[in-house]
């Protein structure tokens, strides 16, 4: 598996994206609960980030430790989903 992989990185951006809108759907419906067009926006977001993130770990692996069910070994992920062989992902350099 490259850690460069275009397919990747667009697929993380999408999870940060619907990530991000749950979050902020979130913080508006504590002051806002009966919002209903917000709630469906909410529901939606949270599926979508759900579904990315499983498709994600089906193909790439864990995306969070907290969730691993390993009763046999600890392991850390090969690769992790911040690790692009560079500091950062937007950064042209491997150096920090």
């Not at 609960?33 to 599926?47: M, T, Y």
């Not at 864990?62 to 992920?77: K, R, T």
Request: charged share 30%.
């Amino acid at each position: 598996m490259l850690l460069n992989d275009k397919k990747r990185q667009e697929m993380l951006e999408k999870i940060m994206q619907y990530r991000f809108a749950v979050v902020e759907t979130t913080l508006y419906l504590d002051t806002h609960p009966n919002d209903c067009e917000i709630i469906k926006r909410h529901n939606h977001f949270a599926r979508k980030a759900k579904e990315l993130m499983a498709e994600y770990e089906k193909t790439y692996g864990e995306m969070l430790c907290i969730y691993s069910d390993s009763d046999v070994v600890w392991n850390w992920p090969e690769n992790f989903p911040f690790d692009f062989g560079k500091c950062c992902a937007y950064c042209k350099t491997s150096e920090v």
